[in-house]
């Protein structure tokens, strides 16, 4: 009986299946890595549980198991970054996009690691407050604008990397909203402004969460001030990447980010019981893609650094964007006089999502093409 929700040739799966048991044993888990350590090995397994289809013209069967729905998981992610972007389209006011991008020094990494879900949140408010800062000045944009954030935590070799991707309108409201302030076309805000505001914004949360005992000092920090020196010991990175120019396109660019997982299934290219090879692209030498392999215990520990703590929102809407500010959006369009998108998959079925993506009936039997795939048996977990 043909499975209608096929694996690819190497999953990420498969590497948990051969060696979760023997990592587990040697190091100490927390309760979201070894759950999407779980989610991941048996999604779309028969241990998921399922049900099989029937056709009713021809009898053909397929199965069809059951999804994680873990948001680590990279098989869970497509339909819900579909339905996320086109809800997200109708309501971005229509004009150029820049994208912006903030990390922090490697020097702050141990003190992220350990202090996740605080520093994490404090990085959101540190973003979020720079650039509504920076913008407001009337030396800049003069305007208040706002952003859709998405935290990554990796790099393309899954080292730890904590940064936020911005997507932020090329312009703002005036204050007094009778105005849409619009920014140049190639320029935005300036970067070294940015950065160096960023730089300060963050000390300032740390220092005040640090000393309110809320964020703890690595075993190895001697001090605050030692940390401090650490903070401004170099300039800070923040990159403006090149416009974008409507909703669409910026929907489908974000998209890349939003519901991106640390790696994909498509980027690993062999497993065997010892290693994992899988490509990459080294950013410093001009996107060059390359291949690299690891022991599967490397691996896994790098992978699962990425696992988010539970109820963590890695996607935020600050300013003009957030949802409190729905008025003020409104406004924004009627001023810049642009039509607005209307979202295309709210409201619909999961079924009636896949049929307008793959342009054909979901129930269609594939093997007469004439009958329809009808539920005939639940398979229960094993």
Partial sequence: MKQINKRQSFELADLFRINSKKFTNKHKLCSDQLKAITAISECRTSKMGGHINRCNSCQHKEIAYNSCRNRHCPK?????????????????????????????PSSLHKLFYINQRQCYDLLFKA?????????ENPQHLGAKTGAVSVLHTWGQS??????????????????????????????????KV???????V?????????????????????????????????????????????PKSVVRYLGNYTHRVAISNNRIIKIDQQSITFSWKDYRKGKRKQNMTLGLDEFMG????????????????????????????ERCQRLIKKSQPIALLQGLKMKQVLELITGRPVDQCPKCTKGKMLPHAILDPD
Avoid at 159 to 186: F, N, R
Avoid at 232 to 240: E, P, Q
């Fill in 158 to 191: 899954l080292t730890y990397h904590p940064h936020i991707h911005m997507i932020v309108p090329g312009g703002g409201l005036s204050d007094d909203q009778m105005e849409w302030v619009e920014a140049g076309k190639k320029f935005f805000l300036p970067v």
């Fill in 76 to 104: 869970c992610q497509y339909l819900k970054q579909l339905i996320w972007t086109d809800k997200l389209e109708s309501k971005l006011p229509v004009c150029n996009y820049f994208h912006v991008v903030f990390t922090i």
């Fill in 302 to 329: 790098r992978f699962l650094r990425h696992i988010l703590p539970s109820g963590f929102y890695k996607i935020r809407y600050t300013g003009l964007l957030a949802a409190a500010n729905g008025n003020k959006r």
């Fill in 127 to 135: 973003t979020s407050q720079t650039l509504l800062k920076v913008a």
């Fill in 202 to 246: 963050i000390w300032g949360l740390l220092k005040k969460r640090i000393l309110s005992g809320e964020i703890k000092l690595p075993d190895d920090e001697k001090s605050l001030e030692s940390l401090k020196s650490k903070v401004y010991a170099k300039s800070w990175n923040v990159y403006i990447k090149k416009p974008l120019t409507s």
């Fill in 194 to 200: 940015l950065s160096e505001v960023y730089r300060g």
